[in-house]
Nanobody, 126 residues
Framework: QVQLVESGGGSVQAGGSLRLSCAASGYTYRSVCMGWFRQAPGKEREGVATFNIGGNTNYAGSVKGRFTISTDNAQNTLYLQMNSLKPEDTAMYYC????????????????????WGQGTQVTVSS
């Protein structure tokens, strides 16, 4: 059973930085996509950034150049470094994992993912 536990959310002023972490365990498939998604009140869950074992990354246009997704060497922890935060980045951020292909970037479509963490809140004030 895949388990994903996020941490690192909080409140920050616009222009500030936060780093989110997601501790992952329990997946047995050889190739996995992992990603960060977010959901603001009244909006659909949207993809922020994804990462696969082959090192392919995929970013939403709204965060490209500001956010960086990465893992530790054992790929047990997924990170999201968020810089130059904006009020519109305010949302609940979720970690997700799913089977993937080493040679292809992972999807930013939340509907593809079946394993989810509980979420961590990020609030950016102006």
């Amino acid at each position: 059973q895949v388990q994903l536990v996020e941490s690192g959310g909080g409140s920050v002023q616009a222009g500030g930085s936060l780093r989110l972490s997601c501790a992952a365990s329990g997946y047995t498939y050889r190739s996995v996509c992992m990603g960060w998604f977010r959901q603001a009140p009244g909006k659909e869950r949207e993809g922020v950034a994804t990462f696969n074992i082959g090192g392919n990354t995929n970013y939403a246009g709204s965060v490209k150049g500001r956010f960086t997704i990465s893992t530790d060497n054992a790929q047990n922890t997924l990170y999201l470094q968020m810089n130059s935060l904006k009020p519109e980045d305010t949302a609940m951020y979720y970690c997700a994992a799913e089977r993937g292909s080493v040679g292809s970037p992972c999807s930013l479509d939340a509907r593809v993912y079946t394993n989810w963490g509980q979420g961590t809140q990020v609030t950016v004030s102006s």
